[in-house]
């Protein structure tokens, strides 16, 4: 099975790239699923039905979540929304709308999508995300034992991420690192077949604070004001995300690479 993941989707310009870029890659890469975070897609922070609607109909069927997943003011109702493809994470409170792991049919093949938050760096105190993951796995055992299990690991700090692949290596086919919007260089197969990369990275506005305009970000830390912080504009854009390939037998993944490009076009409609 092919995946194309992206990561963080943040507001109108992550929106614009992803669209403008997705067609292209679907022909270049033939992904039989395609995943993304959009725990940003509304204006930088949040989500909304018209956000959910213009990703998946760029063709994304998957939309995972992170710590802004639960923000926008029709969170709660898209996110109770069976219909609608969506997560947020799983080790969230569960007084929390909507679900953090769910399956999904892609021709014959069910697959296990899991969502998770960090505890290193994070404002609220979510559950462990090592024994939620636990719970999902021996859950997953004893019921419909999906193969194909793929995990958005929404956290902040490095070695919080890698040590989580490391506890689930042949486990699970991918553990694929968002929230931090920056994406890193160590996409890489664990020894039991598990993919890994720390952090994806983001669609929006490359000249951007991790997307924020840059002089309001900068003020924020300059005056250690808690500013309102505008998305950037764009272009230029990037986006970045990970294919995998994963045998559809073994669950393990085959290969995992990374993708990033920068574009300067304009893409406002
Ligand atoms: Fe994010
Ligand atoms: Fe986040």
């Known amino acids: 099975?092919?995946?194309?993941?992206?990561?963080?989707?943040?507001?109108?310009p992550g929106r614009e790239v992803l669209r403008h870029m997705l067609?292209?890659?679907?022909?270049e890469y033939k992904p039989d699923v395609i995943i993304a975070n959009g725990e940003n897609a509304s204006h930088g922070a949040g989500i909304s039905e018209n956000a959910i609607k213009e990703m998946l109909g760029a063709g994304v069927d998957i939309v995972t979540g992170g710590n802004h997943s639960?923000?926008?003011?029709?969170?709660?109702?898209?996110?109770?929304?069976?219909?609608?493809?969506?997560?947020?994470p799983a080790n969230m409170s569960s007084a929390?709308?909507?679900k953090g792991h769910r399956y999904f049919t892609f021709g014959n093949k069910e697959i296990?999508?899991?969502?998770?938050?960090?505890?290193?760096?994070?404002?609220?105190?979510?559950?462990?995300?090592?024994?939620?993951?636990d719970n999902i796995l021996e859950e997953n055992k004893s019921g419909k034992n999906a193969n194909i299990i793929l995990v958005d690991w929404h956290a902040e700090a490095s070695s919080e991420k890698v040590?989580?692949?490391?506890?689930?290596?042949?486990?699970?086919?991918?553990?694929?690192?968002t929230h931090s919007h920056t994406p890193t260089a160590d996409a890489r197969i664990?020894?039991?077949?598990?993919?890994?990369?720390?952090d994806v990275g983001f669609l929006g506005p490359h000249n951007s604070i991790i997307g924020q305009e840059i002089s309001q970000n900068l003020k924020r830390f300059l005056t250690q004001t808690p500013i309102k912080v505008d998305v950037a504009q764009a272009p230029p854009y990037e986006i970045n995300a990970v294919f995998l390939e994963i045998d559809n037998a073994s669950g393990k993944t085959i290969k995992i690479e990374q993708v990033r490009k920068i574009i300067q076009e304009d893409l406002k409609k």
Request: proline share 5%; aromatic share 10%.
């Open 163 to 177: 040590a989580l692949a490391w506890h689930v290596d042949g486990r699970v086919s991918a553990v694929l690192g």
């Open 112 to 133: 296990l999508v899991i969502n998770l938050i960090g505890q290193v760096h994070m404002r609220f105190h979510y559950d462990s995300p090592f024994l939620a993951l």
């Open 96 to 98: 929390c709308a909507g």
């Open 190 to 198: 664990l020894p039991q077949g598990t993919g890994l990369i720390s």
């Open 70 to 88: 639960i923000e926008g003011k029709n969170a709660d109702v898209l996110l109770n929304d069976a219909k609608l493809p969506l997560l947020r």
């Open 23 to 27: 067609p292209q890659w679907k022909k």
């Open 1 to 12: 099975m092919k995946i194309l993941f992206f990561g963080d989707i943040f507001g109108r």
